[in-house]
């Protein structure tokens, strides 16, 4: 007997692995649709609370969504035309950059030499800050790639806000009774919500001060690498460190060695401030993620989903982890991906039954 369940639980394990290889499958292939689907929900999820502030204040809901809806075509509209022509411009600039660079790094090579110290040939292949600009140039691109279905999108997100008051209602029409699992599921759309808005506006105090200090010390390009700072402060761990090193490196280009160090002190005073101060404070809370499990599903959600799954990895992955604490034989991966040291009281430890 013992054997046959052993031999029933490896059955079970293949086939669930093989299903999350067809399912991971299909979401690569799918790219595309589900990147602009993810847009719109990040967006509905921003333009939900101002529906529901105007609905409050006796607005109906369909003219509450088209306002909030004819704002996003407003800011979209300036964003694009701004950091539109900055994008061109850094395009066209971008081979006299790349050449200089090089030009720099064979100067400090040549330096190094004259004090007694020489590089190796196939360490300095993996020093190339041209690439860097190559890099950015192509994050960027991404972007425009994901947001270039704009009038689909912002379609979608008109009937995700025209949805988002009744959907309450549905809910409990689906669950029957839901006293328990309601309020949990109540309380994980608020969390992702609270994340989103709050990171937003962190993300947008970031771009601003960024691109304000890079303005003062005269970098070329001051709104393009705002506009970076704000939308990589949403890629945990690594982004506000991608964000600042082609800035840095054009400061260097431009000014040299002293601006240069200028400008990443900006960066870093920001991001210390911002992130490590008001955004811890402004949370209250942490994510109820491991650290480890941060930085992996920046990986995986990234190499899955292009920049849009390396921006969304955290709410993504709190959905993932909400949805296995809500089944008995998945509660153990919720177990996993929750902190370093789960609390004695939370559902996945206690409940067996389910919420």
């Known amino acids: 007997m013992t054997e046959q369940n052993h031999f029933q639980k490896g059955i079970r394990f293949l086939v669930v692995a093989a299903a999350l290889v067809i399912i991971i499958g299909g979401i690569n292939q799918a790219q595309s649709v589900l990147v602009a689907f993810l847009v719109a929900v990040f967006f509905a999820i921003l333009g939900t609370p101002p529906v529901l ?8 809901n369909v003219v509450a969504v088209l306002l909030v809806i004819a704002g996003m075509i407003f800011i979209l509209m300036i964003i694009g035309a701004i950091v539109g022509a900055s994008i061109n411009s850094f395009y066209a600039e971008l081979p006299s950059y790349q050449t200089r660079l090089q030009e720099q790094t064979s100067a400090l090579k040549s330096f190094l030499a004259t004090k007694g110290i020489r590089v190796d040939k196939y360490l300095l292949g993996f020093v190339r800050p ?4 190559n890099l950015t140039a192509g994050l960027l691109a991404g972007v425009g790639s994901a947001l270039s279905n704009i009038f689909l999108i912002l379609l979608t997100v008109a009937f995700i806000l025209f949805e988002a008051s009744s959907f309450p209602v549905k809910l409990r029409a689906v669950l029957g009774d839901p006293r328990q699992r309601f309020p949990q599921f109540t309380r994980f759309v608020s969390d992702i919500e609270r994340y989103m808005v709050i990171k937003t506006l962190i993300s947008l105090a970031t771009g601003i001060l960024i691109g304000t200090w890079l303005f003062i010390l005269g970098v070329d390009f001051p709104v393009l690498w705002g506009f970076l700072a704000f939308l990589l402060n949403y890629v945990p761990n690594v982004g506000s460190t991608i964000a600042a090193v082609p800035a840095v490196l054009l400061a260097l280009v431009q000014f040299g060695i002293g601006r240069a160090i200028m400008a990443a002190a900006g960066y870093m005073a920001v991001n210390f401030i911002l992130d490590n101060v008001i955004e811890t404070k402004l949370m209250g809370q ?3 993620l491991s650290s480890l499990v941060v930085f992996l599903s920046l990986i995986f959600w990234g190499s899955l989903l292009g920049p849009v799954g390396m921006v969304l990895c955290i709410p993504l992955t ?3 982890k909400f949805a296995c ?7 153990w991966i919720a177990v996993l991906l929750g902190p370093e040291t789960p609390l004695e009281n939370t559902p996945a430890l206690t409940n067996k039954e389910g919420l």
């Open 53 to 60: 502030w105007l609905e409050r204040k006796r607005i109906p």
């Open 130 to 133: 041209a690439a860097v600009m």
């Open 286 to 288: 942490k994510l109820g």
């Open 318 to 320: 709190m959905t993932l």
């Open 325 to 331: 604490e809500n089944n008995a034989g998945t509660r």
